[in-house]
């Protein structure tokens, strides 16, 4: 069976996330203020970022996944990691996962190169013990080290950046069991997780915020102490876009311009699907002439202090408002629960839709914000997955109550990839002013 049948547990990864109130925390706003007496000028504003977007492409994925069938639906990215300090230890890795339902950058260890991942320092707490962090998503889970890099993705730039290595050695290989108890399996490998790593850039500023800045973690994000005899005590962590970085930042809240938010363009694929499709990944909303707020409507969403955590919508689908929606780019397919949608017979597709003809899904969105849109988003039948070789393939379904290996998740609809075709979506940082809007919104 290819692996592209598989490769559902990777694409509601961060359905997870949105799920388990990971949350966020901290943020400025993106203004300025003037300073002295009366009359005194206002200071100027940052230097944008000369290059403020990069390209996204959807493809086979690493060797890994092409020879096994290959990756679908899935946006890829390429960072490039320098020791810090260094101008010359430094890895461009590509087949990052780009994902705007979670935040932190995730690397595997068996893609970095010795050289640089010995000389990434790994972060380090009060008792002076290295800091492993494990991360839940909804069919498993990542565990390993937390190091320090400087990072660059396009033209944006943050030195020291806190990333997890996933999968790391030493004193990381044990898992904690409050780490491993939470369900699932341990993504810590390239062919488990689909992806050499996972970039998220959703709404928050960190990847815990506050639940982990004052309390022990009761979301997606655990950090722990790791002594030499291993991984188990429970930690809190600051909450951080500015170094010295204790939590994972959102890379591009860390950036020191254009970090309000970012824009996913992807063309519209026809309905055969397409062997790749380029995109493009812009930093910043409206603080540049490629990145303007125009055209779009603007969709409020839970901050941090939401009870399910930040970035989520309502969508009213078949006279139900689900309250726990979201839209993400790390989804390869729409999710969502429908028993009257003909789900695909083969049983290499349980779980799938596959609906003939395809079915028109008549959809409202609705903001914190009072703001409503509503839409038409086709569904079509996922039996291709089977036999094409293409990596855009849309309007694919899953109904996650067909599986219980994932959550069953009635009060949310994901709008994944499908969604994102023939689309310019935008995603607002909370607490940041973002085209004169202040986040956190998504707008499309």
């Known amino acids: 069976m290819s692996l592209r049948t598989l490769l559902h547990a990777l694409a509601i990864a961060s359905l997870g996330l949105a799920l388990t109130a990971c949350g966020g925390g901290g943020g400025g706003g993106s203004g300025s203020s003037s300073s002295g007496g009366a009359g005194a000028p206002a200071p100027p504003p940052p230097p944008t970022i000369a290059v403020n977007y990069v390209p996204i492409i959807l493809d086979g994925g690493p060797p890994e996944i092409v020879a096994r069938g290959g990756a679908y639906n899935e946006p890829f990215v390429s960072v490039t990691l320098c020791a810090p300090g260094s101008t010359t230890n430094c890895q461009t890795i590509d087949h990052i996962l780009l994902d705007t339902g979670s935040v932190g950058l995730r690397v595997q260890a068996s893609v970095l190169n010795a050289s640089l991942l010995s000389a990434l320092p ?11 962090e494990c991360y839940q998503f909804i069919d498993g889970y990542v565990f390993g080290s937390v190091r320090k890099t400087d990072f660059t993705f396009g033209g944006g730039q943050v030195a020291g950046l806190s990333i997890q290595v996933i ?5 990381f290989a044990t898992v904690p069991t409050t780490c491993s108890s939470s369900g699932g399996s341990h ?3 390239v062919s488990l997780f689909g992806a050499n790593g996972v970039i998220g850039v959703g709404v928050t500023t960190t990847d815990c915020g506050l639940l982990c800045a004052g309390s022990l973690s009761q979301g997606s994000a655990k950090y722990y102490d790791c002594p030499g005899n291993g991984c188990g005590n429970l930690i809190t962590r600051a909450a951080s876009t500015v170094a010295p970085f204790e939590q ?4 591009v809240a860390a950036f020191s311009s254009d970090n309000n938010g970012t824009i996913v363009v992807l063309p519209t694929v026809a309905a055969g699907g397409a062997a790749t499709v380029t995109g493009t990944l812009y930093f910043g909303i ?4 490629d990145n303007a707020l125009t055209g779009a409507t603007v969709i409020g969403t839970t901050t941090s202090a939401s009870p399910h955590g930040a970035g989520l919508i309502t969508t009213v689908y078949n006279g139900q408002s689900l309250v726990q929606s979201f839209i993400d780019s ?9 028993s009257n949608i003909t789900p695909c017979s083969d049983p290499n597709l349980k779980g799938y839709y596959c609906p003939s003809p395809p079915v028109n899904l008549a959809l409202t969105i609705q903001g914190q914000n009072n703001v409503s849109v509503s839409f038409v988003q086709t569904l079509n039948s996922a039996q291709p997955l089977l036999t094409t070789t293409n ?3 849309p309007g694919t379904g899953y109904n996650p109550s067909n599986n219980p290996g ?9 709008l994944g990839i499908p969604f994102f075709f023939g689309r310019r979506v935008y995603t607002a940082i909370e607490g940041r002013a973002a085209g004169g809007v202040n986040g956190p919104y998504v707008a499309f």
């Open 122 to 132: 790994v972060e380090t707490d009060a008792s002076s013990n290295p800091v492993g």
């Open 167 to 171: 999968g790391d050695s030493g004193v």
């Open 187 to 189: 993504l810590n490998t």
């Open 248 to 251: 994972l930042p959102n890379p």
């Open 286 to 289: 409206g603080t540049q002439s």
């Open 330 to 338: 790390g989804s390869s397919d729409l999710f969502f629960v429908d």
């Open 391 to 393: 990596s855009a393939v």
């Open 406 to 414: 994932f959550t069953n998740t009635p009060s949310s609809f994901d």
